[in-house]
């Protein structure tokens, strides 16, 4: 029997469980849901979550099953940012040198998001807060509940808006002066304005929220998922691309894409009129 050592490499994620956040699937493994669980203090950051889920996106370059991902929160909030005590507290008595390393774990999370091929899904109630606010802004998709509020908060401690990416990313889904705005001030963008400015793809009503990610995430983790995989790339990719570069890029993805069984399945289910069966090859 011939063996292929790369698919070797790969692994479920369906029994997964993780230290310091929740880590579930469905019932076939395709639709993972992490949720951030400290819920007496809104669900902040420590610095293990920070590692634990960075280990974790850039893990799932392996997973065999996991498909789609929808990041939430506990108790009607979604994050809270970095524990006050846990983690700023420390972060005073740091020097230069570990306050680097620091902000190079929390940066790398951000980097392994964006990395990570599986589509991710924000779903988002409640306090949505400094490195929250990031985590959200870091995935493909992001939907909310009308009690939504989210904050780049960072200046109001005295830092920079400069967080784990915010500059570079945030601007590019809302716009630079809407951005700038949000990270001169630290103020609260309502779920309306969030809506209104393309930083939440649709907003739902609190009882539903995670069921309607969960839905949506099922429907992208039943397409051609290793074609999503490139189209995650490509738009990560070419923020920094002139555009003859970006469509040659492009060109040659969808070469790829066109030389998979999903592209010969597609067109064969569509002759035959029946729905197409994805397998990401």
């Not at 076939?28 to 280990?55: H, Q």
Request: aromatic letters at 8%.
């Amino acid at each position: 029997m011939t063996t292929n050592p790369m698919q070797e490499k790969k692994r479920p994620f369906k029994d997964h469980r993780a230290k310091h956040f929740l880590f579930e699937t469905d019932a076939d493994g395709r639709v993972a849901t992490i949720t951030l669980n400290r819920p007496e203090k809104k669900n902040p950051l420590t610095f293990e979550s920070y590692e634990e889920l960075g280990d974790l996106f850039r893990s799932l370059h392996r997973a065999s099953d996991v498909r789609a991902i929808v990041i939430t929160g506990a108790a009607n909030n979604f994050s809270s940012g970095g524990d006050v005590f846990d983690i700023i507290e420390p972060l005073t008595k740091m020097a230069m040198p570990d306050l680097l390393d620091f902000t190079r774990m929390t940066g790398d999370l951000v980097r392994q998001i964006r990395s990570c091929p599986q589509p991710i899904i924000a779903a988002v109630d409640g306090i949505c807060a400094g490195a929250g606010a990031i985590l959200a802004m870091s995935a493909d998709f992001r939907i909310a509940t009308p009690e939504t509020k989210t904050a780049f908060l960072f200046t109001r401690v005295g830092l920079a808006g400069a967080d784990m990416g915010a500059c570079g990313i945030l601007p590019r889904i809302i716009g630079q002066g809407r951005a700038a705005e949000l990270l001169f001030t630290g103020r609260i963008m309502t779920s309306a304005e969030g809506h209104a400015w393309g930083f939440y793809n649709a907003l739902h009503e609190r009882p539903v929220l995670l069921e309607e990610a969960q839905k949506f995430a099922r429907t992208v983790a039943d397409g051609p998922w290793f074609a999503h995989a490139m189209t995650k790339k490509m738009l990560d990719q070419e923020w920094a691309m002139g555009i003859d570069q970006l469509i040659e890029s492009e060109a040659q993805a969808q070469a790829i894409c066109m030389a998979t069984g999903d592209f010969r399945r597609a067109f064969e289910a569509f002759a035959a009129k029946a729905k197409p069966e994805f397998k990401g090859n």
